[in-house]
């Protein structure tokens, strides 16, 4: 279901879920706030698709395991779509620590969000995921990666280093411990201007969609390796 004349000064979702309440109550909540539209809503990652594609969203909002095309594939598509490129994807689930989840991130998905999260936090979620930024703070975010990456559940190919300067290397390895730009400027002594180009430019040698890629990338690699005990 698409909205034929959405507004261009909000940001526009899309919601894909394949169980009617699910999209009707995230509805509600995002379109109660001033700044945020859905914009359409799919029950599944086959929907999903070709509505993406023909409203170009500033976020989707995508269940990870729907019937036919799931979230992992559509996500992975998603980003390699060269018209989609400022399109974020923001996985939903159940679980918090779902191997899925950490699949979708390599596929090239933002960050996730549980299912039962607040509406600040879902407001919240929207407002990151569309100014490019990854939705890595929580906590649980970073076991669930150190988790997988630990332990992944299907071998994987591991992005070379070598591209990198030593400087960019250092950032790579901040921003896959949690810091923000402007942390990393601070804990640098670079401007916050310098921080974001060192990140932009670490992205682009490796092949990163987001922030969320680089923050993979670091564990895959061991420049950043989880920590014994962490909770």
């Known amino acids: 279901m698409a909205d034929d004349s959405p507004s261009r000064d909000r940001l526009r979702v899309v919601l894909a879920d394949d169980q009617q309440l699910i999209r009707a109550g995230f509805a509600a909540l995002l379109n109660s706030e001033p700044d945020i539209e859905v914009v359409g809503e ?3 990652g086959d929907e999903a698709l070709p509505l993406v594609r023909a409203l170009v969203p500033d976020v989707v909002l995508m269940d990870v395991q729907m ?3 799931n979230g992992i594939d559509a996500t992975r598509r998603i980003a390699a779509d060269a018209a989609l490129a400022r399109v974020r994807v923001v996985i939903l689930t159940n679980y918090a620590l779902d191997a899925y989840v950490f699949e ?3 596929a090239g998905a933002a960050g ?6 607040g509406p600040d936090e879902l407001f919240r979620s929207v407002r990151v995921a569309s100014a490019g930024e990854a939705l890595l703070s929580p906590t649980i975010t970073k076991r669930l990666i150190a988790a997988y990456v630990a332990s992944p559940p299907a071998p994987t190919a591991v992005p070379t280093l070598a591209p990198l300067t030593p400087r960019e290397r250092e950032v790579l390895t901040l921003v896959g411990a949690g810091l923000s730009n402007r942390e990393i400027a601070e804990h640098l002594t670079l401007s916050h201007t310098t921080a974001k180009t060192h990140v932009s430019r670490t992205m682009i040698k490796l092949g990163a969609r987001d922030r969320a890629q680089l923050v993979v990338i670091a564990y895959e690699t061991g420049l950043v390796t989880p920590r014994t005990g962490d909770r």
């Open 67 to 69: 019937p036919g095309t």
């Open 42 to 44: 799919a029950a599944n």
């Open 104 to 106: 979708a991130l390599r």
């Open 112 to 117: 996730f969000l549980l299912k039962d999260t």
